[in-house]
């Protein structure tokens, strides 16, 4: 990997936060679309953000098992260019989110063993995502999955880390599984959508951190 990753904050719901995230360097946004998540962005608010912002970052849009023709009415209205399909969506479904929408698509897995991984390989889209398994939650665990299960992955579509974030283990995570991509949501947060403030640019420096050449100290 040459240079940092980029970045991708999650779980916004506020327009104040989206713009910090995007002045601190994000390279996207994520609005989560899925009403059974404690994180969900109000459409109004996703189109507010969107509007803003999309000029300046992908603004991707959150869904799990959603049907195709909301998918595609939700990322028209909102104006999406990343879509991320989190739930149970097979390859056919995610080739005709690209279709329908012309956004970039994202297909996630949430992570137990290397086969969970391996599976990916069947999704030709632009990005592969792997997150933490929760039985009981699709996404926004705040936990960690073992790292050097994305690192034994051998699929040449770039990869966005997830799962468990924070400022002081992203740069770990990146010296382990080399991502494209890291995405953060409950690492950067005051509270479920709310962002603290300290947090989201302390992530960003982190992530500019693990690029960074580590000096070695030489004894006399």
């Known amino acids: 990997m040459e240079g940092a ?5 999650c779980g916004l719901t506020r327009l ?5 995230a995007v002045e601190a360097g994000a390279w996207a946004i994520g609005l989560i679309l899925w009403a059974g998540s404690e994180r969900r962005c109000a459409l109004p608010d996703a189109e507010r953000i969107s509007r803003s912002l999309r000029r300046r970052a992908e603004v991707c849009g959150v869904f799990v098992n959603a049907p195709l023709d909301e998918v595609a009415a939700v990322a028209d209205a909102v104006g999406l260019t990343m879509v991320q399909l989190h739930g149970d969506e097979g390859p056919a479904f995610c080739a005709e989110v690209r279709r329908r929408t012309g956004a970039k698509v994202v297909k996630a897995a949430r992570v137990r063993t290397q ?10 889209t632009d990005f592969h995502l792997l997150d933490t398994f929760r039985p009981d939650r699709r996404g926004g665990t705040g936990e960690a999955f073992d790292w050097e299960l994305a690192a034994r992955r051998r699929s040449t579509v770039p990869l966005i880390l997830s799962g468990g974030l924070t400022p002081e283990n992203v740069g770990g995570a990146i010296a382990a599984a080399h991502p494209f991509a890291v995405d953060v949501a409950s690492g950067t947060e005051a509270s479920p959508g709310r962002k603290d403030p300290a947090k989201l640019l302390a992530f960003a420096e982190a992530v500019r951190d693990a690029a960074r050449p580590q000096r070695v100290e030489v004894s006399p």
């Open 16 to 20: 104040d936060d989206a713009q910090l």
């Open 115 to 124: 086969a969970d991984v391996q599976d990916l390989s069947r999704f030709h």
């Open 5 to 9: 990753p980029r970045f991708k904050i």
